[in-house]
Nanobody
């Protein structure tokens, strides 16, 4: 089982940028599919971006062109660079790690504790 610790959340004005980090430990980071989810009050948790063990990426339509997911194998860390932030990006962001190729959020996956992102003027 991998342990995940997120950081980098905060308060930012619309149009601003933030970079979230998720540090993994306790298992072989390189084999995991990694992803970022978010959950706003009253909403279901949604997948924002994912990256496979080989570096292939996927994004929800609402963040395409604004967010970039990446991973550093040497640092066992996955990042989410968020640019041109909008009010509707406000949510708690969670890191997820799944050993199943191409799968995220399964019952056997690992979750971080979450980090708050607030976009407000």
């Amino acid at each position: 089982q991998v342990q995940l610790v997120e950081s980098g959340g905060g308060l930012v004005e619309p149009g601003g940028s933030l970079r979230l980090s998720c540090a993994a430990s306790g298992s072989i980071f390189s084999i995991y599919t990694m992803g970022w989810y978010r959950q706003a009050p009253g909403n279901q948790r949604e997948l924002v971006a994912g990256i496979s063990s080989s570096g292939m990426t996927t994004y929800v339509d609402s963040v395409k062109g604004r967010f970039t997911i990446s991973r550093d194998y040497a640092k066992n860390t996955v990042y989410l660079q968020m640019n041109s932030l909008k009010l509707e990006d406000t949510a708690v962001y969670y890191c997820n790690a799944d050993r199943s190729p191409g799968v995220l959020g399964s019952a056997h996956s690992s979750w971080g504790q979450g980090t708050q992102v607030t976009v407000s003027s």
